[in-house]
């Protein structure tokens, strides 16, 4: 199917997409998974190839089809619809396909292989976060999306987390429930002085007035303070992760 949209499944709002960068997950990661049981799953071209590794059909695959094997091509073809573009085109399969669940209906999207290999695909990936807040890049050890103002992290106490500016200035940002408070901050792009810090609370809470941040938090905690974390609850624009690991 060529350049259509169609309705994949019955749309349940969550989906995994898989880029084509490397994955860094458990083989057996997405078998043993009961949180993802829930999730339709899609692939951005060579993405198709990854999701097959882990012993995924992804209902459809988007994209030029430039980086799907031959072999694995011929697999999909009477199982997954093909969403196909031109190879000259103004937006990375990646977005294309991140456009196209969003149409469908989709607003919970979890982003697998979309760093490594290629610094600049990671960097372009890591933009579309402040593009598309509905998404979040999920590797083996770290979890990150961007973050409004007003987020609330919940049970994450001894993650290590860092906030990356994605405007010029963020201005008035504050901190509560890190080892590294702040108080009305002004953090410029390309400042290191929010990279590393550590959560310590149960109930630890990002604002700022103005800009753009991302958050990059380990899945697991990495220092001792309080209980164990479960997953990431934001309290605005995300859903709670639990994953199956």
């Known amino acids: 199917m060529t350049g259509a949209t169609p309705r994949i499944l019955p749309c349940n709002e969550r989906a995994v997409v898989f880029f084509n960068g490397e994955c860094d997950l458990a083989p057996d990661f997405f078998r043993k998974s009961s949180f ?24 459809a695959v988007i994209g030029d089809m430039d980086s799907i094997t031959a072999s694995n091509r011929r697999k999909l073809e009477k199982l997954s619809r093909f969403v196909i573009h031109p190879v000259e085109k103004e937006k990375s399969d990646g977005q294309l396909a991140l456009e196209f669940l969003l149409e469908q209906g989709y607003n919970d999207i979890h982003i697998f292989a979309a760093t490594g290999g290629r610094i600049d695909q990671t960097l372009f990936n890591l933009q579309l976060l402040s593009r598309f807040p509905q998404c979040r890049i999920i590797t083996d050890s770290e979890e990150i999306t961007a973050v409004v103002s007003g987020s609330v992290l919940h049970q994450l106490a001894g993650c290590r987390a860092s906030l990356i500016p994605t405007t010029p200035e963020v201005k008035g940002l504050t901190l509560e429930g890190f080892k590294y408070n702040l108080a009305k901050a002004n953090i410029k792009y390309g400042s290191t002085l929010t990279l590393s810090n550590v959560i310590i609370s149960d109930r630890a809470k990002i604002s700022f ?27 605005k624009g995300k859903k709670n992760s639990k994953y199956g690991k």
């Not at 993802?36 to 209902?59: C, H, K, M, S």
């Open 36 to 59: 993802y049981a829930e999730f339709d799953f899609v692939a951005a071209d060579g993405g198709a190839n990854i999701a097959l590794r882990y012993g995924v059909i992804p209902a």
């Open 209 to 235: 007035q103005e800009g753009g941040l991302i958050l990059v938090v380990s899945r697991t905690p990495e220092f001792s303070f309080g209980r164990q974390a479960t997953g990431l609850k934001l309290i």
